[in-house]
């Protein structure tokens, strides 16, 4: 037969998906002899089995809860609704993943007009037992009778008002009667019944309450948004109560084996002399530190100090434990795994490796590499930040946290730092021409665009702040003021942005640098011996890909070449090829440009040195180059030959409704073969010379954009063979290279069979196959998917980790057909989820050779990827 | 052993993949004993066999024509080189497919120096042998030696000028000798060698080139643009050559069993007296009607009406056949099924039926569905058109014919048509807000969009002639002027456009109406009684509606509801709603349209009756029905009490970069989901009192458009169900009603397995299926979708004919993972690919239900479902 309730010498921490984590937790205590209050945990499947019979109970769980109430009773020598020694338990709800705050908790059930006069007399404190039972009709009447919280306020409000209260604590033994009796008369008001006295009858609605809990509105949403099926269920802890508030030989405390903030190996944590739990949280009497606790209880804290070790050898990790000492008696409530800042986890899991606690791969899995991004970044000082006026929140674009004054311009914003000021760029959404200023500023704030919109993406290359999308911020850059509700922010004003978690501060806030510890050194170098994709970096210039060296990136997965022709210097030859009449002109203009493009190359390999290095050819639509003002026309008709109207012409022509499905990609190389051939002989004879002049071994991939059809790639790789050919006959050169694709458009991964006939290596360009996957674009939908998430319907930002649903079946469907025709195809990521740790899990399941990255998430990549790695291991 | 060449006599029509379309129908007519030049014809497998071995004739395949020519000249009783009777052949090339004049052919082959005088003595005819003699050379001289065609016109116009002549029949047969002396010297000076005296050396080597024309650039280039295999190859016939020029009593002639233009059935053609093939194509004299023979030769035409009705009764099919008279003896030079209007199509097919010849599947598959569409509208009138100023070529967009004065804006067209002008609407492209002045106008043309750009698809769903996607075209709608080239055409001038092939012409040319005639029905009914697939049509007004069951729609696939909101009394409302500030605004402003749906659904159900209606809600991004002018924005701030700045406001707030992947769709629904809830109480109460009033059987089809997600379509789907409950409710109906959704963002076809759990039916909308697919957005790229096919990328224009391979793969994807989960979802397709006879051939093996349409092309549709079910019946 089945059980579905066990007493807490019958469980086991290997039992938490049966008990919740809880449960689990407070049966291995008891099992390896800790002080716990005894009780009993109804498993998750009581929960399930509740549902399924339409929120009933069964007979048959029923007389089991009453069994175990007997053995509690039994173990504890006290009764329910027994007038010497009456049981007290508390009724927790206890998930298999931890859900603070998100289920309801009943505390001294067991109390009625009876036994609260028994536990006056116990506790030899009158007030202290009212209080209680007041505080329980309530809990009770919240969670179990659903009567509005309000209607126990107004009748708590009138007595407290009647008798000149301020605090609560003013509130006498008899305040509190009175108070109790209007409970009892709104209970009986409400439900047509009297609360109930019968401790058993209290003890089973308050499980059904707990049962209920699982499906209310809160739970539901955090689970939608942590990734918890809703079929779990939650079991139902139900525990003898213990009292930290039975005078000074008692009290209750929280701590932690070592450091949730540094590491450090010794114990962390907080501790109230006569007090329970809630009096920590209500703010009302300070904590002690728990060192202190050594001077109160000199045996207590040995035997605590005492346990706390055993736990943490126990179960090999930080534990996050609380307590109650109830007259000198140490009981332990509760233990669990701790969370812990990034540096915190890097040095606990370095530490226990070394005392022999855990492995390497232990210790890996034990930093999670989302946090890592903390330890590259100035942050705020957390008391600062705390003080400050936060004015808005936008998305969480690029971590970090940037001050300076306002610029509604870059041009503003580069002069502004030039005269010696720190800048903060704030745009209704950045364009390529405002790289300079991002560069300079601070940061960067955004009105419009999510979190793959240019501001974001840039920012994040260059490991900038930045804050994307503020909606309720009105940027009006022509009469340079942002408004934020009644708020104006005028240019030079100060603001504080926090790239981490997307605030937004009037004023400046004290940052503070980070540290780079050996321990970090040491658990990145664990990390590369375990994984075994490669992590690349996105850069499209020396100075990026050698950040990106400095955090361990193994070699450039995706250079773009657009941006290097928004430089000052470039952007004529650039414009004058597009205006150009024909292909001698345009070709007249493209060999302007060959002389930098190389000595973009050049830098980028000189940098990398042997590592590989994958070259985009140009993307974007070549509208995206041309002027916009009138002045910048008349400019380029005087350096150009063509005259003004034939200019707004071609600015009319290239106009496109929808330039993201546009002329763009591979179809620039098919209409202008010569842009093709000018890019690769950059390419190459870049390569060529840097191997000539450092011997570095040097095998350039050059990659087609926006390829859907095997014909178009086809005809693009003819255009660049034929040219690097030519380059290596020239040089008397015998230089390898590779020609390759993005996966990007939804059809080059349908028919990746037919394109690998051609493609040496796809590189999956996710934020485009995302984009046109679910048909969003990334610029205009960032609020809609905002709205999207708080309705439910979707469940993460699909431009943040990749959807393995949809855009994930089409790369895995594009990985098996590449590898179909040609089992050795190299098979990448460069999209922005390169960088997110569950869409790397996603790239190691699929099979992919590396992941590639924005320079700053290097090394958030290398932790994700062993991580990566040890489940593809434990899934075999 | 191998075979490789077959005389006449050993071949049949079914060896057409051996022996090409021309070798096979020759030894089919020497097999049922027609008259017919003996010869032999070397297989397409030589030719294949030819380039497998690098361009040489393997030594057997050489025994074997030298063992074909043997029994040639046996049964000829003539021989290679005699001099008392010398065999002349001619050697033509012969696919299987039919590539008119993309291969080559030489006639006379066997003439030397001695056997020319043969010639001459046998046919009396000096000059007649000599010019054959020197054509032959030429031709072997440009063919076999590719020799440039201007170094033998340069002799022969050097003696033509010495000559004095004008004309080449001026010439004497002295002038031909000396022309054939410099004729062979030419030879000997390119080719290092004189031209081969040799009969067998130069029928080796003219067979050689025939295999070699297979790959000449014209060839290729056919072949892509047709989808014919590049592997199959061609034949080569070898025939003994007959002349038609040998005096009073030869003659050649062309003709048809019935007649190609209007399907009559009697003999059909054109008829030289002493004259050979070449003459009636140059165009010196004038051919007679076939009839005339009679007169001439009596006997032979006897012979020739027996055997063209023995031809027919044999191929069951009206026969195209070449002939030639030599010496008042009839020769069949070639025989193969004719190629006919879509009257004549029609006419024949029924005819035929009727005398038993076929049955009436082979009478529907001879009526090619693309032809259907030529009579439905008014065409030129054919030398009328002939004589026109072509000026430029667009897309056909819209097929037929329209004349009339140039009109630059909507309201100027529809003011013309008001005051008795015929008008032609130019625009750069159209909006939807054109659409009463494409009502008002003959025909659209437009300087950008592509095949399905709004002004294509529009124009086609009216029936309306359109050209789109003129290029070359500059509209200048400001100074009201367009120009092409040097010409320039202002507001009131005349043009015609002609829909079905792209071409705009200067002034007016006269038009002739459509008839249908009684075939018409006949075989349209019998394409519905073969037909599994139904046909709806894609139809938004009551007009439209009426158009397309009146051409046999069983339904509507696609009824769009943002059309109905732009017109002139309803925009305003429309707009209030959008600038609304909170939902009770908007539900105020749509509650006012309520009216309106409810009518326009009215309207529908009226015309539909029984048949189903599938209602698309909202589509659009709401920008596009915002006012763009300052007056438009006064004239919405004054009736809906917003400030101007406010809507200017809206205005840029909801600008997007891309559209297409914007804030469009469901995606309106879930944000404003009072919009789908007006939409779903008009769609209810109309079908409610419709059926009340009228008793017809109404189940409205809901559907919800770009879905991506289940949960996206579940959240919409409840607001639908909700709001059409509560109508069934107050109305106390119990009408039945369906929720599906659109299939057109490829996540949701890689999910349609999730999406069926919600959806009811799939419409597929392979339009922006497509677009998606290949991140190719229609409006954008017509002009580098013609490029693509002219480089060879693309073989068809991906909006109009669906690309099987790419979105094809998710179709069928969707499909059957739709299926997986609801095994009676209903299927159908409501993108422009649904009135495309390749597509819905597709649609047939993939297992839709039904395909719709655009009114015009329902009977398309109609006959190509009778084909794509013959074609699946056979393929079984």
Avoid at 151 to 167: N, Q
Avoid at 184 to 203: S, T, Y
Avoid at 226 to 249: C, E, R, Y
Avoid at 272 to 300: C, W
Wanted: overall charge negative.
């Amino acid at each position: 037969m089945d059980k579905f309730v066990y007493s807490f010498n019958e469980g086991s921490k290997d039992m938490r998906s049966l008990l919740g984590g809880k449960g689990a937790n407070l049966a291995e205590m008891t099992k390896i002899g800790l002080p716990v209050p005894f009780g009993f945990t109804v498993t998750t499947e009581a929960c399930t089995k509740y549902y399924e019979e339409g929120g009933q109970i069964a007979d048959s769980i029923k007389d089991e809860i009453y069994e175990k109430l007997a053995e509690l009773e039994n173990v504890t020598g006290k009764k329910f609704g027994d007038l010497e020694n009456p049981l007290l338990v508390s009724v927790r709800s206890g998930a298999v993943f931890s859900m603070p705050g998100m289920m309801d908790t009943i505390l001294n059930l067991g109390l009625n007009d009876n036994t609260v006069e028994s536990l006056a007399k116990l506790t030899e404190n009158d007030r202290f037992a009212y209080d209680s039972y007041r505080r329980f009709i309530q809990m009770f009447g919240d969670v179990v009778m659903e009567i509005p919280k309000t209607e126990f306020d107004k009748i708590f409000d009138g007595v407290k008002e009647k008798a000149g209260a301020k605090y609560d604590v003013e509130l006498t033994t008899d305040n509190l009667k009175e108070i109790i009796v209007g409970y009892k008369a709104l209970v009986k008001k409400f439900m047509g019944r009297d609360f109930p006295q019968e401790p058993a009858e209290q003890l089973m609605e308050a499980v059904k309450a707990v049962f209920r809990s699982w499906n209310n509105d809160r739970a539901i949403l955090y689970r939608k948004l942590n990734h918890i099926p809703d079929s779990l269920g939650t079991a139902v802890n139900v525990q003898s109560m213990v009292f930290g508030n039975m005078g000074d030989t008692s009290g209750t405390g929280v701590a932690f084996t070592r450091s949730p903030v540094n590491g450090e190996n010794r114990i962390f944590g907080e501790f109230l002399v006569n007090a329970q739990g809630e009096d920590v949280v209500a703010g009302i009497r300070t904590p002690k530190p728990i060192a202190e606790m050594e001077e109160s209880f000199p045996e207590v804290y040995k035997d605590f100090t005492r346990i706390a070790d055993v736990l943490e050898k126990h179960y090999h990790d930080m534990q996050d434990m609380e307590f109650t000492v109830e007259r000198n008696k140490l009981y332990m409530l509760q233990t669990r795994s701790g969370k812990r800042t990034a540096a915190a986890a890097v040095k606990i899991a370095v530490d226990m490796v070394e005392e022999g606690l855990i492995d390497r791969e232990t210790a890996v899995m034990r930093v999670d590499p989302e946090q890592i991004d903390q330890l590259l970044h100035p942050n705020f000082d957390e008391a600062a930040e705390k003080a400050a006026q936060c004015i808005t929140k936008g998305l969480p674009a690029s971590p970090g946290a940037a001050c300076g004054r306002i610029y509604f311009t870059a041009a503003e914003a580069e002069k502004a730092v030039a005269d010696g000021n720190k800048a903060v760029l704030v745009r209704q959404e950045t364009s390529p021409e405002d790289l300079a200023g991002m560069v300079a500023a601070e940061g960067i704030m955004t009105a419009r665009g999510g979190m793959t919109s240019h501001a974001a993406v840039v920012a994040r290359g260059m490991g900038k702040c930045c804050v994307a999308g503020c909606s309720e911020v009105i940027v009006d850059e022509e009469n340079k003021v942002m408004k934020v509700g009644d708020l104006t922010f005028g240019e030079g004003d100060y603001i504080s942005l926090n790239g981490t978690t997307g605030s937004v501060y009037a004023g400046m806030i004290k940052t503070v640098d980070p540290e780079f510890s050996g321990d970090f050194g040491t658990i990145m170098s664990w990390a590369d011996g375990i994984r075994t994709m490669k992590v690349r970096t996105n850069a499209d210039n020396p100075r990026d890909a050698a950040q990106a060296v400095a955090f361990g990136a193994e070699g450039i997965g995706l250079c773009r070449t657009e941006h290097m022709f928004f430089e000052e210097e470039r952007i004529p030859a650039i414009r004058r090829m597009i205006v150009a009449d024909n292909e001698e002109e345009r070709r007249a203009a493209l060999a302007d440009l060959l002389p930098y493009q190389k000595g973009d190359f050049k830098g980028i390999y000189e940098v990398m040195e042997d590592r590989p290095v994958t070259i985009r050819l140009l993307d974007p639509p070549l509208h995206e180059f041309l002027p916009k003002t009138e002045e910048e026309i008349k400019q380029l008709s005087d350096i150009s030959g063509v005259s003004v109207e034939k200019i707004k012409k071609t600015v009319t022509e290239l106009h496109e409704f929808n330039p993201m499905l546009g002329h763009r990609g591979c179809r620039l190389a098919v209409t202008y073969p010569e842009i093709a051939e000018m890019q690769t002989r950059a390419i190459m004879e870049a390569a060529i010379e840097v191997k000539a002049e450092k011997g570095f071994d040097i095998v350039p991939e050059i990659m087609i954009p926006l390829v859907g059809m095997k014909d178009e790639l086809k005809y693009v790789k003819e255009t660049v063979v034929s040219t690097a050919e030519a380059c290596k006959k020239e040089k008397n050169s015998d230089i390898k290279y590779m020609v390759g694709t993005m996966v990007e458009i939804p059809r080059a991964a349908l028919t990746a069979d037919e394109i690998a006939e051609e493609a040496e290596f796809f590189s999956f360009g996710t934020n485009d196959l995302t984009q046109m996957t679910f048909g969003f674009s990334r610029d205009d939908t960032g609020k809609l998917i905002k709205e999207y998430m708080d309705k439910g319907i979707l469940k993460d930002d699909i431009f943040q980790s990749i959807d393995q649903t949809g855009v994930g079946k089409l790369v895995k469907m594009a990985a098996d057909l590449g590898r179909s025709t040609r089992p050795n195809i190299k098979l990448g990521i460069c999209g922005e989820h390169g960088g997110d740790p569950r869409s790397i899990d996603f790239c190691q399941r699929v099979g992919l050779n590396y992941v590639s990255c924005s320079p700053f998430r290097v090394p958030v990549a290398r932790i994700a990827a062993a991580h990566a790695a040890i489940s593809a291991k434990e899934a075999k």
